[in-house]
C-alpha cells in the first residue's frame, strides 16, 4: 500500500514538472498598434509610500495610477471600508486616475483624514489593487517649559546635558548651540550622543558656560524649536586663569586634576542588545568618561568588521554599518582605554527582516488552450506568511475556476479558456512588514502581425556577424520561417540562425548572403510574411593610424590617415582634438590621407582622432601628440649659507615643456680677470634646486643657471646676487710640470700657469728648483711670474729632479712632487744593420733586423723607422708613383721583426730602416730590394650599360687601373630580379683584349643585375655591378610591342600621306588659278591704285600673295587674320580648317549669294577633296 502511494506521488510530481516546463508566458510587444487592440487586466503603475507623512499646512494627495485596456475604474477603501469620495466635498479624485485630492482650503483638520487607505482599479479583466498606505500628518509639538537650575560639577568629573527633545513625526532633528547661535564645539572630550544628548567625558574649567542649548529641527514644517538654556558652573580646587592660552598638551594649565578610569556613559553597564532590520543602517554608540579623555576601539567577536561597510564617526564613538544583512549579525565589543586603566561593552545584534521577495509573481499572458504558473515567494526573519488573493478578494472566497490549482506559494493553470483573465495578488508578511504584488492572467487570442518596417534594406559590413529582425506577434504565439530569394527550404543551421523572437542570424556576412529575405510567421489564426533585403559592403578601414609622436616646437607633424572602404558607401573623415572637433583655420592642413600641423606649439599638444565614418560603420585611430621645447630658466636664484670657500645657490626649475629636465649647469661670472665673461662652474641633475658651491678665494662671484633637456638648453636665469671671497695663500699646485731640452746643452723647464679663479690672492709668482739627478748636489731655483725657465750649460740628455710651488702677496702654496726631466737630445749615431725580408707575398712582407746599442740613440728611444717605395710594376708599360712611405715599429728585442702590409702585388719595392729619438733621425741601415707576388686586380676601371635596340643591350668596360698580375681575362655574372626574388646566375667569359659586348634580353619585361670582374691566374677581382634597367620608367611590359612595325600602323600613315598629298593638290589649283573662284564681296569694288599698271593691265600677284594661308604654321602662335579673299569666307560658318603645311582639310560650301549670279557652277557644293578639285576646275 505505502509503496502504491510512493508511486502516485512521484506520477504527480513528475506531471507537476513537466507542466512548468511547458508553462511559458506571451510576451506581449509594447507596439502602439498592438497595444490598442489588445485587452489587458489593470495594472497599477503609481501609488503613495506605504508610511505616508504630510505636512498640514498642504492639500493631501494619494496617488494611485494604472493602466489597462479598457481603462480602468477607481475605487478606495478607508480602513478596510468603501471610502464614498462623493460625500466629502474635500476629497476629490482626478480624472482618468485614482489619485485622491484632500482640500483644505474651506476648512478642515488634515487629522481627521489620518488612516489606512487602499485603492483599487477595475476593469472587464479584473482588480489590481495598490499597497495599504497609512496616511499620517506630520507633527511638529512645543517643547515643554521648563525652570532648568544651573548645573554644577567638579573640574575633571564628566557630565550629560540631557536634550529630551519632543516627539514629532518624524522624529526631529537635534543640535546644541550657544546663545550667540555658533555650534558647542565637539571633540574626543566633548560630543553629542545618538539620543541629542550633549555628553562630557571629563569636564574642564573652560567649559563654564550660561547658554548651552539644544534645538530640534522639524523636516516638515522647516521649524527649529530651542530648549530653555542650561548653565554650566565647574568647581576647581585651584583658581583658573581666563587670559591664558590654551594648551592642548595641558588642559589644566598645570592644576593638578585626580585622574579616572574610564567609564561608560552611554550605553550602560557592561552588556546591551539592538535590533536592526535587514536593509537598514546599525548604529552602535560607546560614549566613555574618564580622565584622561578615553580612545575608543571597536571589534566584533567572531570574526572581522567588514571593512567596506563599517564607518567610525562621532571620534570612533559611534560604529556604522550601512545596508546590513544577516551575516552583519553577532556580538560587537567597544573598548574604552586611557592610561589608567579600560573597560568593555558588549552589544548583541540581532537582524530581523521585513519580507523581501525571492521570486515576485509576474504578469501572465496565454493563448486558449495553454498552460502557466505564478509564483510568489519571499523571506524575512520572522518567515512571512503568504496569502493569494484574485481580484482584491481572498482565492477561497472567489468563484471555482477548473483551470486553477492552488499549490502553496505557487498557483498552477492548465488548459485556460478565453473569460479566465483576471488579477492576482499575492500578499507575504510578517511582524515587521508585508509585500503586496499584483500579476494578472490575460488569455488572449490574435492573427499574426508583422510589427518591424516593410521590405527594409539592410547594409552590413562583410565577414561581420548580421541580424536580420522580424519582429512578430500573435496568440498562440506563430511559427516563424525565414527563406532567401523566395525559394528552397527554411533557413535555419548551420550558417544560419534563427531566434525564438524572429531574428535571423548570419554569422558571417559574405558577398554571396546578398539577397531578399523572406520571414513568414503563422498560427492557427492565419499568416503573415515580410521581407528584408540584404547589401554587404566591405569595411570601412583606417589601414594606416595615427602613431603616438613628439615634436619640438616650431617643426612640423604630421598624422597619416589612410582609409580603404567599399566604394558605394561614401566615408566622412573628420578629426577630433581632445575629443573636440578640430578647428583647421589657416595653420593646419589636412588632406585626404594626412593632417600637417606645421610650426607647431605648445597649444597643439594633445590627443587627435581620426575617424573615418560611413553610415554603417566607422573606425577610429587616435595618437598624442606631445610638443617638446627647451625648459624656461630657471627663477628667484638665492644664496644662503655663506662661508669662507662656499656658499648654498637655490633656485626654482621653469617649466619643462614635457621634457624632463637631466641637467642643471651652474655658470659664474668675476669682475676681476674677465668681466662679464661667464664661465661653467659644475653641472648637476635635473631633479635638484638647491647645491652647495665650492668657492675659490679672492673672487667677487656672480651666479645664473641653464636647464637642460633632451631639446637643448634653456635661456640662462636672471643673474644672482655677488658674493665676494677673501684672499688666501694658493691650494693648487701648477700641474703639466716637464723639462726637456729644446737643444742639445739646455733643458726647458715648463708648466701650467694657474687659472685665475685658482690665485687666491694678487701678485701670483712661481717658487722653481732643479739639480742633476742622482749627484747629490745643491737645488739651484728661481723665481719667475712666467710658465717656463731654460736651464743653459747642461750636458746631453742627462735627467734633471725639478719641483715647483706657487705663492701670492697672502703665502706659499704646497711644494710638487719632484718630476724628473732631460736635457736636449743629439743625433743617433749608430744604424740598424743587416735589413732582410722574408714571407713575401703579394700584399705584405715580413723584415727583419739587428738593433742598435741604446747607449747610441743619444736621447729617448722612440722607434725604428722604415723608409719603402715602389720602385716599378712587375708589368711593362704601367708608369707608378715613387711616393716614398714610412712605417714605424716600436721594439726592444732583441732579434726585432714586423710586418709590412699595404703593399701593391706584382711590383718592385725598395727599403731601408733608420733609428730614430723624439727629435733627430740616425744614419741608415743597407737597402733591401723586395718583388711582391701577384694578386688579383682590382675592379675594371668603368662600366657602362648602354641600350641599343628594343631587346638589345651593348656593355662596355675598360681595364683595371691597378691589374695586380698578368691579366688573363674578363668574366660576366648576371641574374635577373624580381621584387626579393633572385633568379639564377648566368656567366660569360672575355679575353683581355675584349672589352666590350652585346648581348640580346631574353625577357625584356625583367631587369637584370651585372657582376663584371677582371681575372689572373690568382683569381677574380673585386666586382663592378650594374643594373638595366637603372629605373621602373625604363621597364618594358610583357604585353608592349613596337607598333612601327605593325601592319594597321603602316596603313594608317599611308592613307594620312594620300589625304595630305590631295589638299596639296587642291591648294597648288587654287593658286595657280588666283581670282577665278567667286569673290562676291570684291567684284563690285574699285581695284586698289596700287593693283592697277599703268598700261590698264591689272597684277594679280597682290600681297595677300605673300603671306602665308590661314592655319599654316605661322599662324599658330595666334588667331589667324581673315584676309579678304580668304577661303575660310565660302565655308559655312569660317569651319574650314588647314593643316600644319598649310593644306585646306575638311569640307567647305561656296556661300549662296540672294543675288543671281552668273558664274557658272562656281557655288555648288564641294562635299570631298575630289568633288573640290572639279568643282574649282
Same mark, same amino acid.
Given at each position: 500500500?505505502?509503496?502504491?502511494?510512493?508511486?502516485?506521488?512521484?506520477?504527480?510530481?513528475?506531471?507537476?514538472?513537466?507542466?512548468?516546463?511547458?508553462?511559458?508566458?506571451?510576451?506581449?510587444?509594447?507596439?502602439?498598434?498592438?497595444?490598442?487592440?489588445?485587452?489587458?487586466?489593470?495594472?497599477?503603475?503609481?501609488?503613495?509610500?506605504?508610511?505616508?507623512?504630510?505636512?498640514?499646512?498642504?492639500?493631501?494627495?494619494?496617488?494611485?495610477?494604472?493602466?489597462?485596456?479598457?481603462?480602468?475604474?477607481?475605487?478606495?477603501?478607508?480602513?478596510?471600508?468603501?471610502?464614498?469620495?462623493?460625500?466629502?466635498?474635500?476629497?476629490?479624485?482626478?480624472?482618468?486616475?485614482?489619485?485622491?485630492?484632500?482640500?483644505?482650503?474651506?476648512?478642515?483638520?488634515?487629522?481627521?483624514?489620518?488612516?489606512?487607505?487602499?485603492?483599487?482599479?477595475?476593469?472587464?479583466?479584473?482588480?489590481?489593487?495598490?499597497?495599504?498606505?497609512?496616511?499620517?500628518?506630520?507633527?511638529?509639538? =512645543?517643547? %515643554?517649559?521648563?525652570?532648568?537650575?544651573?548645573?554644577? &560639577?567638579?573640574? $575633571?568629573?564628566? @557630565?550629560? #546635558?540631557? /536634550?529630551?527633545?519632543?516627539?514629532?513625526?518624524?522624529?526631529?532633528?537635534?543640535?546644541?548651540?550657544?546663545?550667540?547661535?555658533?555650534?558647542?564645539?565637539?571633540?574626543?572630550?566633548?560630543?553629542?550622543?545618538?539620543?541629542?544628548?550633549?555628553?562630557?567625558?571629563?569636564?574642564?574649567?573652560?567649559?563654564?558656560?550660561?547658554?548651552?542649548?539644544?534645538?530640534?529641527?522639524?523636516?516638515?514644517?522647516?521649524?527649529?524649536?530651542?530648549?530653555?538654556?542650561?548653565?554650566?558652573?565647574?568647581?576647581?580646587?585651584?583658581?583658573?586663569?581666563?587670559?591664558?592660552?590654551?594648551?592642548?598638551?595641558?588642559?589644566?594649565?598645570?592644576?593638578?586634576?585626580?585622574?579616572?578610569?574610564?567609564?561608560? =556613559?552611554? %550605553?550602560?553597564?557592561?552588556?546591551?542588545?539592538?535590533? &536592526?532590520?535587514? $536593509?537598514?543602517? @546599525?548604529? #552602535?554608540? /560607546?560614549?566613555?568618561?574618564?580622565?584622561?579623555?578615553?580612545?575608543?576601539?571597536?571589534?566584533?567577536?567572531?570574526?572581522?568588521?567588514?571593512?567596506?561597510?563599517?564607518?567610525?564617526?562621532?571620534?570612533?564613538?559611534?560604529?556604522?554599518?550601512?545596508?546590513?544583512?544577516?551575516?552583519?549579525?553577532?556580538?560587537?565589543?567597544?573598548?574604552?582605554?586611557?592610561?589608567?586603566?579600560?573597560?568593555?561593552?558588549?552589544?548583541?545584534?540581532?537582524?530581523?527582516?521585513?519580507?523581501?521577495?525571492?521570486?515576485?509573481?509576474?504578469?501572465?499572458?496565454?493563448?486558449?488552450?495553454?498552460?502557466?504558473?505564478?509564483?510568489?515567494?519571499?523571506?524575512?526573519?520572522?518567515?512571512?506568511?503568504?496569502?493569494?488573493?484574485?481580484?482584491?478578494?481572498?482565492?477561497?472566497?472567489?468563484?471555482?475556476?477548473?483551470?486553477?490549482?492552488?499549490?502553496?506559494?505557487?498557483?498552477?493553470?492548465?488548459?485556460?479558456?478565453?473569460?479566465?483573465?483576471?488579477?492576482?495578488?499575492?500578499?507575504?508578511?510578517?511582524?515587521?512588514?508585508?509585500?503586496?504584488?499584483?500579476?494578472?492572467?490575460?488569455?488572449?487570442?490574435?492573427?499574426?502581425?508583422?510589427?518591424?518596417?516593410?521590405?527594409?534594406?539592410?547594409?552590413?559590413?562583410?565577414?561581420?556577424?548580421?541580424?536580420?529582425?522580424?519582429?512578430?506577434?500573435?496568440?498562440?504565439?506563430?511559427?516563424?520561417?525565414?527563406?532567401?530569394?523566395?525559394?528552397?527550404?527554411?533557413?535555419?543551421?548551420?550558417?544560419?540562425?534563427?531566434?525564438?523572437?524572429?531574428?535571423?542570424?548570419?554569422?558571417?556576412?559574405?558577398?554571396?548572403?546578398?539577397?531578399?529575405?523572406?520571414?513568414?510567421?503563422?498560427?492557427?489564426?492565419?499568416?503573415?510574411?515580410?521581407?528584408?533585403?540584404?547589401?554587404?559592403?566591405?569595411?570601412?578601414?583606417?589601414?594606416?593610424?595615427?602613431?603616438?609622436?613628439?615634436?619640438?616646437?616650431?617643426?612640423?607633424?604630421?598624422?597619416?590617415?589612410?582609409?580603404?572602404?567599399?566604394?558605394?558607401?561614401?566615408?566622412?573623415?573628420?578629426?577630433?582634438?581632445?575629443?573636440?572637433?578640430?578647428?583647421?583655420?589657416?595653420?593646419?592642413?589636412?588632406?585626404?590621407?594626412?593632417?600637417?600641423?606645421?610650426?607647431?606649439?605648445?597649444?597643439?599638444?594633445?590627443?587627435?582622432?581620426?575617424?573615418?565614418?560611413?553610415?554603417?560603420?566607422?573606425?577610429?585611430?587616435?595618437?598624442?601628440?606631445?610638443?617638446?621645447?627647451?625648459?624656461?630658466?630657471?627663477?628667484?636664484?638665492?644664496?644662503?649659507?655663506?662661508?669662507?670657500?662656499?656658499?648654498?645657490?637655490?633656485?626654482?626649475?621653469?617649466?619643462?615643456?614635457?621634457?624632463?629636465?637631466?641637467?642643471?649647469?651652474?655658470?659664474?661670472?668675476?669682475?676681476?680677470?674677465?668681466?662679464?665673461?661667464?664661465?661653467?662652474?659644475?653641472?648637476?641633475?635635473?631633479?635638484?634646486?638647491?647645491?652647495?658651491?665650492?668657492?675659490?678665494?679672492?673672487?667677487?662671484?656672480?651666479?645664473?643657471?641653464?636647464?637642460?633637456?633632451?631639446?637643448?638648453?634653456?635661456?640662462?636665469?636672471?643673474?644672482?646676487?655677488?658674493?665676494?671671497?677673501?684672499?688666501?695663500?694658493?691650494?693648487?699646485?701648477?700641474?703639466?710640470?716637464?723639462?726637456?731640452?729644446?737643444?742639445?746643452?739646455?733643458?726647458?723647464?715648463?708648466?701650467?700657469?694657474?687659472?685665475?679663479?685658482?690665485?687666491?690672492?694678487?701678485?701670483?709668482?712661481?717658487?722653481?728648483?732643479?739639480?742633476?739627478?742622482?749627484?747629490?748636489?745643491?737645488?739651484?731655483?728661481?723665481?719667475?711670474?712666467?710658465?717656463?725657465?731654460?736651464?743653459?750649460?747642461?750636458?746631453?740628455?742627462?735627467?734633471?729632479?725639478?719641483?715647483?710651488?706657487?705663492?701670492?702677496?697672502?703665502?706659499?702654496?704646497?711644494?710638487?712632487?719632484?718630476?724628473?726631466?732631460?736635457?736636449?737630445?743629439?743625433?743617433?749615431?749608430?744604424?740598424?744593420?743587416?735589413?732582410?725580408?722574408?714571407?713575401?707575398?703579394?700584399?705584405?712582407?715580413?723584415?727583419?733586423?739587428?738593433?742598435?746599442?741604446?747607449?747610441?740613440?743619444?736621447?729617448?728611444?722612440?722607434?725604428?723607422?722604415?723608409?719603402?717605395?715602389?720602385?716599378?710594376?712587375?708589368?711593362?708599360?704601367?708608369?707608378?708613383?715613387?711616393?716614398?712611405?714610412?712605417?714605424?715599429?716600436?721594439?726592444?728585442?732583441?732579434?726585432?721583426?714586423?710586418?709590412?702590409?699595404?703593399?701593391?702585388?706584382?711590383?718592385?719595392?725598395?727599403?731601408?730602416?733608420?733609428?730614430?729619438?723624439?727629435?733627430?733621425?740616425?744614419?741608415?741601415?743597407?737597402?733591401?730590394?723586395?718583388?711582391?707576388?701577384?694578386?688579383?686586380?682590382?675592379?675594371?676601371?668603368?662600366?657602362?650599360?648602354?641600350?641599343?635596340?628594343?631587346?638589345?643591350?651593348?656593355?662596355?668596360?675598360?681595364?683595371?687601373?691597378?691589374?695586380?698580375?698578368?691579366?688573363?681575362?674578363?668574366?660576366?655574372?648576371?641574374?635577373?630580379?624580381?621584387?626579393?626574388?633572385?633568379?639564377?646566375?648566368?656567366?660569360?667569359?672575355?679575353?683581355?683584349?675584349?672589352?666590350?659586348?652585346?648581348?640580346?634580353?631574353?625577357?625584356?619585361?625583367?631587369?637584370?643585375?651585372?657582376?663584371?670582374?677582371?681575372?689572373?691566374?690568382?683569381?677574380?677581382?673585386?666586382?663592378?655591378?650594374?643594373?638595366?634597367?637603372?629605373?621602373?620608367?625604363?621597364?618594358?611590359?610583357?604585353?608592349?610591342?613596337?607598333?612601327?612595325?605593325?601592319?594597321?600602323?603602316?596603313?594608317?600613315?599611308?592613307?594620312?600621306?594620300?589625304?595630305?598629298?590631295?589638299?596639296?593638290?587642291?591648294?597648288?589649283?587654287?593658286?595657280?588659278?588666283?581670282?577665278?573662284?567667286?569673290?562676291?564681296?570684291?567684284?563690285?569694288?574699285?581695284?586698289?591704285?596700287?593693283?592697277?599698271?599703268?598700261?590698264?593691265?591689272?597684277?594679280?600677284?597682290?600681297?595677300?600673295?605673300?603671306?602665308?594661308?590661314?592655319?599654316?604654321?605661322?599662324?599658330?602662335?595666334?588667331?589667324?587674320?581673315?584676309?579678304?579673299?580668304?577661303?575660310?569666307?565660302?565655308?559655312?560658318?569660317?569651319?574650314?580648317?588647314?593643316?600644319?603645311?598649310?593644306?585646306?582639310?575638311?569640307?567647305?560650301?561656296?556661300?549662296?549669294?540672294?543675288?543671281?549670279?552668273?558664274?557658272?557652277?562656281?557655288?555648288?557644293?564641294?562635299?570631298?577633296?575630289?568633288?573640290?578639285?572639279?568643282?574649282?576646275?
Amino acid at each position: 500500500m505505502l509503496a502504491q502511494g510512493g508511486q502516485v506521488a512521484l506520477a504527480v510530481v513528475s506531471s507537476l514538472l513537466l507542466l512548468l516546463q511547458q508553462a511559458t508566458s506571451i510576451e506581449v510587444p509594447q507596439d502602439p498598434k498592438i497595444l490598442q487592440d489588445l485587452k489587458q487586466p489593470p495594472t497599477i503603475i503609481k501609488q503613495s509610500p506605504k508610511d505616508f507623512i504630510v505636512d498640514p499646512r498642504d492639500n493631501i494627495i494619494i496617488e494611485c495610477e494604472a493602466k489597462g485596456n479598457p481603462q480602468p475604474r477607481f475605487t478606495w477603501r478607508r480602513k478596510g471600508k468603501f471610502l464614498n469620495t462623493g460625500k466629502d466635498p474635500r476629497v476629490n479624485m482626478r480624472k482618468r486616475s485614482g489619485t485622491l485630492e484632500i482640500n483644505f482650503r474651506s476648512g478642515g483638520r488634515p487629522e481627521d483624514y489620518e488612516g489606512e487607505y487602499q485603492c483599487l482599479a477595475s476593469n472587464d479583466l479584473g482588480v489590481a489593487v495598490s499597497n495599504k498606505i497609512l496616511l499620517r500628518v506630520s507633527k511638529a509639538p =512645543l517643547w %515643554p517649559k521648563e525652570l532648568l537650575e544651573p548645573v554644577l &560639577v567638579s573640574e $575633571g568629573h564628566s @557630565l550629560v #546635558l540631557a /536634550c529630551n527633545p519632543p516627539p514629532g513625526l518624524p522624529p526631529p532633528y537635534t543640535f546644541w548651540m550657544n546663545s550667540a547661535m555658533i555650534p558647542i564645539p565637539q571633540d574626543r572630550r566633548v560630543s553629542m550622543g545618538l539620543n541629542g544628548d550633549l555628553y562630557f567625558s571629563n569636564v574642564l574649567a573652560k567649559d563654564a558656560h550660561t547658554d548651552y542649548s539644544c534645538n530640534a529641527r522639524f523636516l516638515f514644517t522647516h521649524t527649529i524649536q530651542q530648549k530653555n538654556p542650561f548653565s554650566l558652573k565647574v568647581q576647581s580646587a585651584e583658581p583658573y586663569n581666563d587670559t591664558s592660552s590654551y594648551n592642548s598638551s595641558d588642559p589644566y594649565g598645570g592644576r593638578r586634576i585626580p585622574e579616572s578610569m574610564p567609564t561608560f =556613559l552611554s %550605553p550602560s553597564g557592561s552588556e546591551s542588545s539592538k535590533m &536592526v532590520l535587514r $536593509g537598514q543602517q @546599525l548604529l #552602535l554608540e /560607546c560614549i566613555a568618561a574618564g580622565l584622561p579623555t578615553p580612545s575608543i576601539k571597536w571589534f566584533k567577536k567572531g570574526g572581522d568588521l567588514p571593512a567596506q561597510k563599517v564607518k567610525f564617526e562621532n571620534h570612533n564613538k559611534t560604529l556604522k554599518i550601512v545596508s546590513v544583512s544577516e551575516e552583519d549579525a553577532g556580538e560587537y565589543v567597544c573598548l574604552a582605554n586611557n592610561h589608567v586603566g579600560g573597560i568593555r561593552h558588549n552589544i548583541h545584534v540581532q537582524v530581523k527582516g521585513a519580507p523581501y521577495w525571492l521570486d515576485k509573481p509576474t504578469n501572465l499572458v496565454l493563448a486558449p488552450d495553454e498552460n502557466g504558473r505564478l509564483v510568489c515567494r519571499a523571506s524575512g526573519n520572522p518567515r512571512p506568511q503568504v496569502q493569494w488573493l484574485v481580484n482584491g478578494e481572498p482565492v477561497e472566497s472567489s468563484l471555482p475556476n477548473p483551470s486553477r490549482e492552488m499549490m502553496g506559494d505557487t498557483i498552477i493553470f492548465r488548459s485556460v479558456q478565453i473569460g479566465s483573465s483576471a488579477v492576482y495578488q499575492c500578499n507575504a508578511s510578517n511582524q515587521h512588514g508585508y509585500l503586496l504584488a499584483n500579476a494578472f492572467v490575460s488569455v488572449l487570442d490574435m492573427a499574426p502581425r508583422i510589427l518591424g518596417p516593410k521590405s527594409q534594406l539592410i547594409k552590413v559590413i562583410e565577414n561581420n556577424r548580421t541580424f536580420l529582425d522580424c519582429p512578430f506577434f500573435g496568440s498562440p504565439l506563430p511559427d516563424l520561417r525565414w527563406f532567401k530569394n523566395g525559394q528552397g527550404s527554411g533557413l535555419d543551421g548551420g550558417h544560419y540562425r534563427v531566434y525564438i523572437n524572429g531574428t535571423l542570424e548570419i554569422k558571417r556576412a559574405r558577398t554571396e548572403d546578398e539577397g531578399t529575405y523572406t520571414c513568414v510567421a503563422s498560427n492557427i489564426m492565419g499568416t503573415v510574411e515580410n521581407q528584408v533585403i540584404l547589401e554587404v559592403k566591405e569595411p570601412t578601414r583606417i589601414v594606416r593610424g595615427l602613431e603616438h609622436q613628439s615634436a619640438f616646437r616650431g617643426s612640423t607633424a604630421r598624422f597619416d590617415c589612410k582609409v580603404k572602404s567599399d566604394p558605394s558607401l561614401p566615408v566622412t573623415v573628420s578629426w577630433l582634438k581632445d575629443d573636440s572637433p578640430l578647428s583647421l583655420g589657416w595653420r593646419l592642413r589636412r588632406d585626404e590621407e594626412s593632417l600637417s600641423i606645421p610650426n607647431v606649439n605648445e597649444g597643439d599638444q594633445g590627443v587627435y582622432t581620426c575617424t573615418a565614418q560611413s553610415e554603417i560603420d566607422q573606425d577610429v585611430s587616435s595618437a598624442r601628440l606631445t610638443v617638446l621645447d627647451r625648459p624656461d630658466p630657471p627663477m628667484d636664484l638665492d644664496l644662503s649659507d655663506l662661508a669662507v670657500r662656499s656658499v648654498r645657490l637655490t633656485w626654482i626649475p621653469g617649466n619643462d615643456h614635457n621634457s624632463v629636465i637631466t641637467q642643471f649647469l651652474v655658470q659664474y661670472e668675476e669682475d676681476r680677470w674677465e668681466p662679464g665673461s661667464w664661465q661653467n662652474l659644475t653641472s648637476y641633475p635635473g631633479d635638484l634646486n638647491s647645491v652647495i658651491l665650492q668657492l675659490s678665494p679672492f673672487i667677487n662671484y656672480q651666479f645664473r643657471v641653464i636647464a637642460i633637456n633632451s631639446v637643448g638648453q634653456s635661456a640662462p636665469s636672471h643673474p644672482s646676487p655677488r658674493y665676494k671671497t677673501s684672499g688666501a695663500p694658493p691650494d693648487v699646485i701648477p700641474s703639466g710640470l716637464q723639462g726637456w731640452g729644446t737643444k742639445k746643452n739646455n733643458m726647458e723647464i715648463s708648466w701650467e700657469p694657474l687659472l685665475n679663479v685658482e690665485r687666491n690672492g694678487p701678485n701670483l709668482h712661481y717658487q722653481l728648483w732643479w739639480r742633476r739627478k742622482d749627484t747629490g748636489e745643491a737645488w739651484s731655483n728661481v723665481t719667475t711670474a712666467g710658465s717656463k725657465h731654460v736651464v743653459h750649460d747642461t750636458e746631453t740628455y742627462v735627467p734633471y729632479e725639478i719641483r715647483i710651488q706657487a705663492l701670492n702677496d697672502h703665502g706659499a702654496g704646497p711644494t710638487s712632487n719632484v718630476a724628473t726631466g732631460y736635457s736636449g737630445e743629439d743625433k743617433p749615431t749608430d744604424a740598424p744593420t743587416n735589413l732582410r725580408v722574408s714571407n713575401v707575398d703579394s700584399t705584405s712582407v715580413t723584415i727583419h733586423w739587428n738593433p742598435v746599442d741604446p747607449s747610441s740613440v743619444v736621447g729617448e728611444f722612440k722607434e725604428y723607422r722604415l723608409y719603402y717605395w715602389r720602385e716599378a710594376s712587375l708589368l711593362k708599360g704601367l708608369r707608378v708613383s715613387q711616393e716614398k712611405m714610412t712605417r714605424g715599429f716600436y721594439s726592444i728585442a732583441q732579434r726585432p721583426s714586423a710586418v709590412l702590409g699595404g703593399l701593391v702585388p706584382f711590383s718592385h719595392y725598395r727599403m731601408l730602416m733608420v733609428v730614430a729619438n723624439r727629435g733627430h733621425e740616425g744614419p741608415p741601415s743597407n737597402t733591401v730590394e723586395v718583388r711582391t707576388k701577384e694578386g688579383v686586380p682590382d675592379a675594371p676601371k668603368y662600366f657602362e650599360i648602354v641600350k641599343r635596340a628594343f631587346d638589345t643591350i651593348h656593355l662596355q668596360w675598360d681595364k683595371p687601373l691597378e691589374p695586380n698580375g698578368v691579366l688573363i681575362g674578363y668574366q660576366l655574372k648576371y641574374h635577373t630580379v624580381n621584387g626579393s626574388k633572385l633568379g639564377p646566375y648566368r656567366l660569360e667569359t672575355f679575353p683581355p683584349n675584349i672589352t666590350q659586348y652585346t648581348m640580346r634580353l631574353p625577357d625584356r619585361a625583367m631587369r637584370y643585375k651585372f657582376f663584371l670582374s677582371a681575372l689572373t691566374q690568382v683569381g677574380a677581382g673585386e666586382a663592378f655591378t650594374g643594373e638595366f634597367p637603372r629605373s621602373a620608367n625604363e621597364a618594358y611590359s610583357k604585353d608592349q610591342v613596337d607598333i612601327a612595325t605593325q601592319g594597321w600602323f603602316i596603313g594608317l600613315m599611308c592613307a594620312i600621306a594620300l589625304i595630305i598629298l590631295i589638299l596639296l593638290i587642291v591648294c597648288f589649283i587654287k593658286r595657280s588659278r588666283g581670282g577665278k573662284y567667286p569673290v562676291r564681296d570684291k567684284k563690285d569694288l574699285a581695284l586698289d591704285p596700287v593693283d592697277q599698271k599703268e598700261d590698264g593691265s591689272f597684277d594679280y600677284h597682290s600681297d595677300e600673295d605673300n603671306k602665308p594661308l590661314q592655319g599654316s604654321q605661322a599662324s599658330l602662335d595666334g588667331p589667324p587674320k581673315e584676309s579678304d579673299d580668304s577661303l575660310v569666307d565660302y565655308g559655312e560658318g569660317g569651319d574650314g580648317q588647314f593643316n600644319e603645311d598649310g593644306s585646306f582639310i575638311g569640307q567647305y560650301t561656296v556661300k549662296k549669294d540672294s543675288k543671281d549670279e552668273t558664274e557658272g557652277n562656281e557655288s555648288s557644293e564641294a562635299t570631298s577633296p575630289v568633288n573640290a578639285i572639279y568643282s574649282l576646275a
